[in-house]
């Protein structure tokens, strides 16, 4: 195999045969090189496998359980995914419309057992933008300023999420993105209500029928091998703000008139939605632990350090990246055309340490 990284800052760690290696080698490698391999991936937050004979999501999900055979199906976030037939773990990564942006996170950063390893393969190419960019929220942390770094520390968050359920009949809401029959996979409130005690959620019915998930996390883990403090929230994903600042950063990369256009739009409905909406009613909010609102300035710095440290690279089709999800996140820019990116994760069984604990 060749292994090189990516860039100065080693993220993400890439790997290619040499003219004669097959699939059957990589996965050959991977066992012989166990733990290099994973001292390695640990250290970059993400490894790269390009120009290997992946060719089918059996193969991509075969690749995967070698990494990490604790795949898991088990998904409480809020992009809308679909099962790919003939597999068990391998979904479409995401149903949101092309031209809704994906800002990083670390996945389900909010829930008590986060996925450990998440895995993205490309199966079709897209045909305009698409990338999965990368980001470090080692780095991210460390880039704060100090007095708000210091504030997330000291005060944590509060993440909350309305979900509306069987009385909305559209599947796709430009805030919501999904219902909480969709979330649970069920229509029967008393299992909802037996996911989230297991999933440690607080819950609360509405009058209205909707569903109301609060998380209180701090804002940053320890790494669970190498003790880094992570940046690990959805601070800027759920805040009202971040949308139009997101889209500002996308436009000022692809210079189409539609990404202009979110933009400008997105302002104008984050506004309406801030002056007609309390902050916990809003579909997806994250406030300070105490309650109080983050100020829309700490969400714009927020964006631009994740930005400043965003790693965008074109996907080739058969790519896969393994991501390590406590330390390194992912995202989306919006696409065009053709684009069919599936993904797996794997997860921590049930008795292992909550986060923040270090192994
Ligand atoms: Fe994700």
Redo the contacts with the bound molecule.
């Keep these: 195999m060749k292994e090189h990284y990516y860039n100065k800052d080693k993220l993400p760690l890439l790997i290619e045969p040499r003219s004669s290696d097959s699939l059957e080698d990589l996965l050959q490698w991977i066992a012989a090189n166990k733990e290099s391999f994973t001292k390695k991936f640990h250290e970059s937050g993400a490894v790269l496998f390009s120009g290997f004979d992946i060719n089918t999501p059996s193969a991509f999900e075969t690749l995967a359980l070698q990494i990490d055979p604790a795949l898991k199906n088990d998904y409480y976030?809020t992009?809308p995914r679909n099962i790919v037939p003939n597999t068990k773990f391998i979904y479409t990564?995401?149903e949101l419309p092309g031209f809704y942006p994906?800002m990083q996170?670390c996945?389900?950063s909010y829930v008590k057992h986060p996925p450990i390893t998440?895995f993205f393969y490309c199966h079709v190419k897209p045909e305009y933008g698409g990338e999965t960019p990368l980001c470090n929220f080692r780095k991210v942390y460390a880039d704060l300023d100090p007095k708000i770094r210091s504030e997330f520390d000291k005060k944590g968050l509060m993440t909350v999420r309305n979900y509306s359920g069987l009385q909305n009949k559209s599947r796709f809401n430009l805030f919501e993105l999904k219902k909480w029959n969709e979330l649970f996979n069920t229509t029967d409130k008393a299992e909802v209500e037996r996911q989230c005690r297991e999933q440690e959620m607080e819950y609360a019915w509405q009058d209205n029928g909707n569903l109301r998930l609060i998380h209180n996390t701090p804002a940053t883990i320890k790494h669970p091998v190498t003790g880094e403090t992570v940046w690990f929230n959805h601070t800027q994903v759920f805040h009202p703000t971040a949308a139009p600042v997101e889209y500002g950063y996308i436009h000022a990369r692809q210079h189409r008139a539609k990404t202009l256009f979110w933009a400008l739009l997105t302002e104008l409905m984050v506004k309406a939605k801030k002056l007609t909406t309390e902050p916990i009613d809003q579909s997806m909010n994250v406030l300070f632990g105490d309650g109080t609102e983050i100020p829309d300035s700490y969400i714009r710095h927020i964006e631009e350090v994740i930005w400043k440290n965003l790693v965008i690279i074109p996907w080739n089709k058969n790519d896969v990246i393994a991501i390590d999800n406590f330390s390194t996140s992912?995202?989306?820019l919006p696409y065009e055309g053709k684009r069919e990116i599936l993904?797996c994760w794997s997860a921590a069984p049930s008795k292992s340490p909550p986060k923040g604990e270090t192994l």
């Design positions: 976030g992009s990564a995401s994906i996170h996945e389900m998440l992912h995202g989306r993904v």
